[in-house]
């Protein structure tokens, strides 16, 4: 897994989904894009979707700092950059740490919440990629 903060709570993905993590770099804004998707990145010649998980998950908007990252993923043929405000770690996490998300999560939230995670000292929600990615209203992927 590789893990990473949204404001004050960690997320992770699974590692075989992430390309690469990069330092923020110059995006460029799309034109009439939903308010989560902050633009394009030339990414060694491959113009690559910026989402912010931020907005996504419906939290405000924060300043870029030299923590901010973009966590490169690819799923289902797609490659997207994933803007979160740092990365923490790469974990191997045991089976028998995941749980499937709490009942109080339900409709699309839920849907983008694969399992949470109890480590010693934290808990970690694991970030179903195919429903983080698709539309928030239901729209076509």
């Known amino acids: 897994m590789v893990a990473f903060f949204i404001g004050d709570e960690e997320y992770a993905v699974e590692i075989q989904y992430v390309r690469e993590i990069n330092r923020l770099v110059e995006i460029t804004r799309v034109p009439r894009t939903p308010e989560f998707v902050l633009g394009v990145i030339n990414l060694r010649g491959r113009v690559i979707p910026v989402i912010d998980l931020r907005v ?6 924060r300043e870029n700092d030299d923590r901010s990252r973009i966590v490169v993923v690819e799923v289902k043929n797609k490659t997207i950059g994933l803007r979160v405000d740092s990365v923490s770690e790469v974990l191997r996490l045991p089976a028998d740490t995941m749980d499937p998300p709490p009942n109080i999560i ?9 399992g949470v995670a109890k480590l010693e000292n934290k808990l970690l929600i694991l970030l179903d990629l195919d429903n983080v990615l698709s539309p928030p209203n239901g729209g076509t992927k």
């Open 56 to 61: 996504r998950f419906g939290l405000p908007k």
């Open 106 to 114: 339900s409709g699309r939230e839920a849907e983008c919440v694969k």
